[in-house]
């Protein structure tokens, strides 16, 4: 059975040290200092391992049912959802006008990790209301406001978002969900939607559904798509629950994992909804919720890794197996811990330099998000815009790929449901495919985001990383180990993107290089990351900070990511500067 | 729910265009002409799509059943059996003496492919059949093979390999179950197993289990080691089944995959064996089993991307989204095939790619096998050495890579398991981890193959490729498309050794790099699996054979892999020579 706990010192020094978070210039930020972060995430980390741990394995056996029509949770699930509840974990960073605690988004990511960590089939449940609070929040009426908010905001009510049906995934312009306006200026919703996230359950007293639906009349394709709010049960004026919804469970998936939240075939028969935002308008309002989730996702990519990686140093400190070659570590034992073995240790540094720098990554992503939401920063704007994609699609593949690497640390037992290593596998492949998938990630990168503003944000990230190069010149302990791979990585990068542009007549160049050029901008982020993690666990020893060792290892681990991954973006290069033809020569029929 | 057909145009390629088995001076060859290995795969290829195909998925929902000490096998496993015993499916490559075909071990391997890729939980209990009778057909006396073999080659008895126990894995050192002498030449075993595969079943009259254990006073660690043939049921002198043997299942493990094989612990409570093979000398004979297992897992590795990979193509000429940026490709319908989009050509053509070079990589290390046995062949014996871990390690790695990748193109519904695409990810996985997990066999590369008879093996590989380059370097069609790529790849591969020699007071050095240098070595021999194809193509091609079309893609899908994947071993070089101080930097406790 595995265990967690939450990394608090690491979140600490992401928070502080790196990000230096009370003293940015962002609204709400100056009270963030090292003992309020602390005390909340300490808190968290309980939460997390006390109560939400324990029902990770609950939730992958038991799944979730469809009993007459309602779909009950695992065994503990609304109990522990209750618990989140009443302390105030749905509310971190929402709207106090709407009851909640109005702290800067960061402090919601951050403090949502060990939940991920923990079960992310349960955190979905607050992670997609979460996402409906925000569309509602920027697109809603006032009086939508005041109906809908208050509820998810404390999760009483949650929330869903439903883009998918069987014929369409990616491609939303093949949408036939059809919204009838209705003389009250309600819409009646009909249609089936797929895979449905926390689609119905008996945690909350209402589910809130954002339907994309198409209003006859309006435009073709994406752009006659418009947004509603199909509640489970309609709501009186005075707030109470009213007439149940023409809204229903077709179905819960079985899926390979996730097994905890109930992915279900939501039924809209002529269903009562009321329209978001603008007609046919809905994909913005869409991307606002999409947006968001995706830097969701991307934190679930490397929590589900955390996960896995403390439960495979767990195994590498206890199994006795073999002897370190240069002699015995263990002699007194039939064998040594098979951490002392350098194969093991490989794999173990892979998991934690990756999801120490993904850590870094997410988090910056979500004060860029603070600075441009409340300081209207359109540089901060066009930084993450760009990043997104790659926090999702980078951090997923990496995550999943960590989660197996830590799985194959146990061996056989690695295999065996009961040591729990397959459900952290399991779980973290959804990441690489839900709220776009991967691929989809890459297109977004180099077919929208990279001529985004005239190439500004692209052009922005690598002189940013230049000046911190730059500006580090000088400092010997970082030259070779850091600021040398850092810099051969993000020529790599602009080399990609100078190519790109070169093929601006052969797009299918641009598209058969997309993928790996979303890894290349990965590797060099979470090589930014690490260079600036250096740089502060540096300026920590020099001012002689108590927990050296901490340092220490810091710059350690550190060295071993820009020595062993930052290689791959010259590969990456290679392989996108092969162009279109070589994947491109076959026709489809000789496949 | 999935489909498959077995490749018989590429099976058909890589043993008559590739290796030309036929002209092959290895007894028995000279009969595996095109129109034999034709009508034997057509007829394999029949059995896995109608019989295990179809049983894949049951197997998967169904499990295996302990009920009154007895394993239940799923609905339809028993039946198919039957018909592959029936169908001499399980004899090809057996001693006719003991009523075997007599074929070469390489039609066994081209035969076994479709039945792995149709049901890989299924073809276990036939795998690991063959292995036992390989264990006893080169280590058993006359006795013992007139015994156990006839019944093994029909796999009316089906038989199993006991190693692992719950304290010791790799390191069979460890080793606690106990062999006691009795009087009358036999012994009485003790100890338990786990992992055991196949361990029980109704499928088959007997079981015999071939077991690791300690002979008491004998040498500590795996030189006092010894294997036992451990019936189910004793066998009377006249060949007739007698009283059950004190070894029974204590459970069957609940795993991520392969749900149709019964992987059982098995408890050994002073149970009758046979000792195989001189005593303390287990270890050698255990490892007649394990090289041919980890060939045969190595077939796993890709014949499971094969299954993934025709189904993924199929997925992606049938589902519509989204339109070819350079314009609709399929104008009346809604939308586009999706395999008109370069980032699921770029995976797909990963898949075709890998699956199709390890095809001709296993084939042609089979043809090795049957030089070093039938031949005594040395060169060949110290080549099949070298390539056996990398068989191993990188096809499933790469294998269950691929996997993934499959199960990607389907989106969302890929991660639905109705859909099939999880199974054969899941499925997928054991194959990284038993025979040997695959930092074993990166071990096992560097720390014994590569230094084997003083590097011979190593350096007779590399001048195999150099006479491949040399000889072919005026053939414009290969030159920069194939032979500068294979040339630099091996170039690195050579600098990769060297610089392990190099570090020969580091040991650390070498075994932090053994799993970059198994990818490494990997790619060099796929790559020079591409390059021999793509001649064999140009062959075909300037001898004008009627379809051209298969040639022209032959070598259209080479030039994918040399361009796209060979620019990785410049990468695992510059991680390998980075050596073992970012590896090792971290003291366990700072983790």
């Not at 403090?111 to 923990?118: D, M």
């Not at 089939?121 to 009426?141: E, K």
């Not at 830590?406 to 449901?417: K, L, M, P, R, S």
């Not at 990068?493 to 007549?505: D, E, T």
Request: aromatic share 8%; charged share 20%.
């Amino acid at each position: 059975m595995p265990s967690y706990t939450a990394p608090l010192r690491d979140m600490q020094f992401v928070l502080h040290d790196l990000l230096k978070v009370s003293a940015q210039d962002i609204p709400g930020y100056a009270d963030l200092d090292r003992a309020f972060t602390a005390a909340v995430l300490e808190e968290a980390g309980k939460v997390a391992t006390n109560l939400l741990q324990p029902l990770n394995a609950v939730g992958d056996r038991q799944g979730c049912r469809l009993e007459n029509g309602v779909v009950r949770t695992p065994t503990g699930f609304a109990a522990a959802f209750d618990a989140v509840r009443s302390g105030g974990w749905t509310a971190i960073d929402c709207d106090p006008a709407y009851g909640g605690q109005g702290l800067p988004y960061v402090m919601h990511m951050v403090a949502q990790e060990p939940f991920v960590s923990a079960n992310m089939a349960f955190s979905i449940y607050q992670g997609v209301t979460h996402g409906a609070y925000s569309a509602i929040l920027w697109h809603g009426t006032d009086a939508q406001k005041a109906t809908w908010l208050p509820k998810l905001v404390t999760c009483e009510w949650t929330g869903t978002m439903n883009l998918t049906e069987p014929h369409c995934g990616t491609d939303l312009g093949l949408m036939r969900t059809r919204a009838e306006p209705q003389a009250d200026g309600s819409y009646r919703v009909t249609g089936q939607k797929i895979f449905i996230s926390a689609g119905d359950h008996d945690m909350a007293d209402n589910i809130v559904h954002l339907v994309l639906a198409r209003i006859p009349g309006g435009p073709d394709g994406v752009k006659g798509v418009s947004l509603f709010i199909v509640p489970k049960f309609l709501v009186n004026p005075d707030g109470t629950l009213g007439a149940r919804n023409a809204v229903s469970v077709g179905k819960i998936e079985e899926k390979m994992g996730i097994h905890g939240n109930a992915t279900c075939i939501m039924n809209h028969d002529d269903a009562v909804g009321y329209l978001l935002g603008k007609a046919h308008k809905g994909m913005r309002a869409m991307f606002t919720m999409m947006n968001e989730a995706r830097l969701g996702v991307g934190l679930q990519g490397y929590a589900q890794a955390e996960a896995a990686y403390q439960n495979a140093l767990a195994y590498a400190r206890d199994r006795l197996q073999g002897r370190d070659i240069l002699g015995a570590q263990n002699p007194d034992g039939p064998a040594d811990p098979i951490i002392v073995h350098p194969d093991v240790r490989r794999n173990l540094m892979d998991q934690k330099t990756f999801v120490e720098g993904a850590r870094a990554l997410t988090m910056w992503g979500a004060t860029l998000i603070d600075r441009a939401q409340k300081n209207g920063d359109t540089d901060a704007d066009g930084l993450i815009s760009l990043l997104t994609p790659v926090i999702k699609g980078f951090q997923t593949d990496k995550g999943f790929e960590m989660a197996v690497a830590a799985q194959q640390v146990f061996g056989g037992h690695g295999y065996i449901e009961a040591w729990g290593m397959s459900q952290f596998v399991r779980d973290a492949r959804i990441a690489m495919i839900y709220e776009g998938a991967n691929g989809i990630q890459a297109l977004d990168l180099v077919g929208r985001k990279l001529g985004a503003d005239g190439g500004r944000p692209v052009m922005a990230f690598l002189d940013l990383i230049r000046g911190f190069v730059t500006t580090n010149q000088a400092e010997a302990r970082l030259k070779a180990d850091f600021l040398d791979p850092l810099e051969a990585a993000t020529a790599d990068m602009h080399a990609a993107a100078l190519y790109f542009m070169g093929q601006i007549k052969t797009p299918h160049a641009a598209l058969a290089g997309s993928y790996d050029f979303m890894h290349l901008t990965g590797h060099v982020c979470l090589g930014l990351m690490w260079a600036q993690m250096a740089r502060a666990a540096l300026d920590a020893l020099d001012a002689r900070a108590s927990d050296s060792a901490f340092y220490e290892t810091k710059l350690a681990t550190g060295r071993y990511y820009m020595a062993r991954h930052l290689p791959a973006t010259a590969m990456l290069l290679a392989r996108i500067t092969t162009g279109a033809a070589p994947v491109m020569a076959l026709d489809a029929a000789h496949f």
